[in-house]
């Protein structure tokens, strides 16, 4: 049972949000005991069984009902949660008639596993669904069924294609309730923005809905309270209230969750203006001129695992020598450390084509995680300038941060908080310490057909690539649709050249193909098509499945490198099989893989190698080791760089709350 009071109002003043508040140990404990519990059972099927029969006590007295009696159930249903508290029974009957008016409207009527996923999140849990599932339709239940109730609701994913996609497909049933629905677009203008979040529901991505948070914080300044908004809301000479953006953080809908506010976490929101710094184009050239006269192993280290950079005193020394005629700023032994190791790390941790894209006569980067480029994001402290010198293309001004947020903290602020992913089990401990977010897995509407063959793990990189060529060669003589996954761009485009070689016609989907993707992904499906993508595939799309293909094994993915996170291999290999279709999928890899080489030096796998024949994969046991123990390894690494960073994050919050300053 819920209160009504999550909407902006006299209870929680004109733009409500939570508040940071630290937790005990006793009650972090308690915390962390009472999700375990939840998790075991709210999987229970009883349970279940009970929420479906609690929504649909309901569908006999709405199936057969005229549209004007059913348009009056909305009305009385908006009525009662408007003004009573939310029992079970109260958002039992709004779900029906959701479900209900979304079968009239848009031909689709939630199956029990889409309605027992938009109940957990409605009560502000994490659903995670299998690939397939609709997570689309199922948000629906959940954000009607709060905007119904007053309750500004977002809708948050991971790019403007998705938010406006998913927008569009639920519109029809949004306004069949009488509720509003906006789009917030990187390119949408301050007035359109304001306009969409003052909707009843609003599809937006992370990133938009942070950034416009920050400049709402710049706004409001020190005097946030709720008194404070009141009084400049009666004086309209000095009213701030007309320039905000948000309503407030009432309830997101948080689609892809894990990757949101799990792998997203290590990067923070910063908002900036470009600095006047007009002799800045000089000292990155200059700075890449002595980077290139330093000695790897004997100047400077570098680790790859760590991917920092880090100068001997002897390169320190020689720093000092090659930078004395330039004089001025490299006169400061602190900047031009600073200098010289932002320059390396251009120069040998980032790369053309797995990290940044040059389109367009810019440095564009690419995001680790979904494939896709983010052409207004920028690495911080002069690294985006080296890499532009470094690629010879126009460097931009340096930003001077305005304000800064991570996600973490950004995600903690809201009054309810619910979300869907098809993997989040393995970082379920996180999510549930970080953001109070219990993780429910949903059965699948129908059983799973997906085969996923064992690993084949070959010694070197091109014994890798030969089986994939095989198994492509194969899979497609059979009329089976092939989706193949790499890590980077690079290797996407390396292993298009391999089938162009070998006489195989195919389609290559990465960030450079981003604006086709909804037309490669619509064809990926058919007979014998074979579709070459980063992990730009994995999430958010769906192939169809073309005519006959069920007969022939359905869709076929193969996974040819490990990713730093497994539920990203899983996304991948989710694109297989989905909603009860038939479908397969494999990983071919090899000990050379650049993850497994960060980890294991070459006699490893040079005993491995001589213990085998050539062209053969290794033994199952002795592939395995390498490339699971690496991935597991990043994993955990990956969870301790987020929570040294939710440390951090903690204490500049108390810092800055302490100062008075506003973010």
Not at 182 to 192: D, L, M, R, T, V
Not at 245 to 256: K, M, P, T
Request: with cysteine; proline share 4%; charged share 25%.
């Amino acid at each position: 049972m819920y209160s009504v009071s999550l909407r902006p109002g006299i209870a929680l003043g004109r733009y409500p949000e939570r508040h940071d508040r630290r937790p005990g140990w006793l009650e972090h404990t308690a915390t962390a005991l009472a999700s375990r519990l939840t998790r075991r059972r709210r999987s229970r099927s009883a349970y279940f069984n009970e929420v479906c029969s609690l929504i649909q006590q309901y569908r006999p007295e709405l199936v057969d009902t005229s549209e004007t009696d059913l348009n009056r159930a909305v009305e009385n249903a908006r009525a009662r949660l408007l003004s009573e508290r939310h029992t079970d029974d109260l958002i039992a009957n709004a779900f029906a008639i959701i479900r209900e008016k979304s079968g009239r409207t848009l031909g689709m009527r939630h199956f029990d596993c889409q309605l027992i996923g938009g109940w957990v999140i409605f009560h502000g849990m994490l659903a995670e669904m299998h690939t397939g599932e609709g997570k689309t339709l199922t948000a629906a239940l959940p954000a009607a069924t709060a905007a119904l109730a007053g309750i500004p609701v977002h809708v948050v994913t991971v790019n403007d294609y998705l938010a406006e996609r998913d927008a569009e497909i639920m519109r029809p049933l949004y306004e069949s309730l009488g509720l509003t629905v906006g789009i917030i677009a990187e390119s949408s203008k301050p007035a359109e923005r304001q306009a969409a979040y003052g909707c009843n529901i609003t599809y937006c991505t992370n990133k938009q809905l942070a950034f416009d948070y920050l400049k709402d914080r710049l706004v409001l300044g020190r005097s946030s309270g709720r008194i404070q908004l009141e009084v400049d809301r009666l004086d309209r000479q000095r009213a701030r209230h007309g320039e905000l953006l948000l309503r407030g953080l009432c309830f997101a809908i948080v689609d892809e969750a894990d990757s949101v506010l799990i792998d997203e976490a290590r990067t923070p929101l910063i908002l900036s203006r470009p600095a006047d710094s007009k002799e800045e184009t000089q000292i990155f050239g200059d700075s890449l001129l002595l980077a290139a006269q330093m000695r790897p192993g004997k100047d400077f280290l570098i680790d790859t695992r760590e991917r920092t950079i880090t100068l001997t005193d002897g390169g320190e020394e020689r720093l000092g020598h090659l930078a004395e005629p330039l004089g001025g700023i490299w006169c400061a032994q602190r900047r031009r450390r600073e200098l010289i190791v932002q320059a390396l790390t251009a120069q040998y941790l980032f790369c053309r084509d797995k990290h940044y894209l040059v389109r367009d006569d810019k440095v564009q980067i690419i995001d680790e995680y979904t494939g896709r480029v983010m052409p207004d994001r920028s690495w911080e402290r002069g690294l985006h300038q080296m890499v532009q010198a470094k690629e010879g293309v126009e460097i931009s001004a340096r930003n001077e941060t305005l304000a800064k947020i991570s996600y973490q903290r950004f995600f903690r602020r809201y009054l309810r908080l619910g979300g869907m992913s098809g993997t989040a089990h393995e970082v379920a401990g996180e999510l549930s310490s970080v953001y109070g977010l219990n993780v429910v897995s949903i059965p699948t509407n129908r059983p799973s057909q997906r085969r996923v063959l064992p690993d084949q793990v070959y010694a070197t990189r091109d014994e890798k690539w030969q089986a994939v060529i095989a198994e492509v060669r194969n899979r497609q003589a059979n009329g089976q649709p092939v989706l193949v996954g790499t890590r980077t761009v690079e290797e996407s485009e390396y292993l298009g050249t391999l089938l162009k070689n070998a006489g195989l016609k195919h389609d290559v989907l990465n960030a450079r193909q981003d604006h086709r993707e909804a037309a490669i992904v619509a064809r990926a499906g058919e007979s014998g098509r074979i579709t070459v993508a980063t992990n730009i595939a994995g999430r958010g799309t769906d192939i169809a499945l073309g005519p006959g293909v069920c007969e022939q094994g359905g869709l076929h993915v193969i996974v040819t490198e490990r990713h730093e996170a497994g539920r990203i291999d899983r996304q991948l290999i989710g694109r297989a099989a989905r909603q009860g279709d038939p479908g397969s999928a494999v990983s071919i890899l090899s000990i050379e893989d650049e993850l497994v080489a960060m980890y294991y030096p070459n006699a490893l796998y040079w005993s491995i190698d001589r213990a085998t024949a050539r062209g053969n994969p290794l033994p199952r046991w002795a592939g395995a080791i390498p490339t699971r123990i690496t991935q597991r390894l990043l994993e955990r690494r990956h969870a301790q760089i987020r929570a040294e960073l939710f440390k951090l994050d903690q204490q500049l919050s108390d810092q800055m709350a302490f100062a008075g300053r506003p973010e």
